[in-house]
């Protein structure tokens, strides 16, 4: 599966009430993978690139708003651990070839 930085990997449908109306798209960053939790009627990260603002750019920053940096992140930009995002985003690293975005305190302690 080959990827363009900046660009949606792949795209999760999401269901239930805490994510109606929302999607998590998959991006590489830093060469891992990081979900985004992003809701359909609005503009997308990667649609931002024509303006000069990056997945990239977002997710750095929102790492940097963030005590430890998470491979989920929320709509409200924060870190998520729901399981059901964790099994997606395994499940796109399994397809993709891609490894999971691990913080720097998790690399620590699982490699």
């Keep these: 599966m080959t990827c363009l930085v ?3 990997l792949t795209s999760h449908q999401l269901r239930g009430k ?3 109306d929302c999607v998590l798209n998959v991006y590489v960053y830093k060469a891992a ?15 931002m690139n024509s303006f000069g ?3 990239q750019d977002y997710i750095a920053w929102r790492h940097q708003q963030q005590e430890h940096p998470a491979a989920l992140i929320g709509r409200d ?8 995002l964790r099994r997606l985003l395994y499940q796109t690293a399994e397809e993709s ?3 999971v975005f691990r913080s720097p305190v998790e690399a620590l302690f699982l490699y």
């Design 53 to 55: 603002f990056t997945a």
């Design 77 to 84: 930009g924060r870190a998520l651990n729901y399981s059901e």
């Design 97 to 99: 070839g891609w490894p």
């Design 6 to 8: 900046n660009d949606v």
């Design 33 to 47: 993978l990081v979900g985004v939790v992003e809701h359909k009627q609005y503009r997308r990260i990667c649609d």
């Design 18 to 20: 805490a994510f109606k």
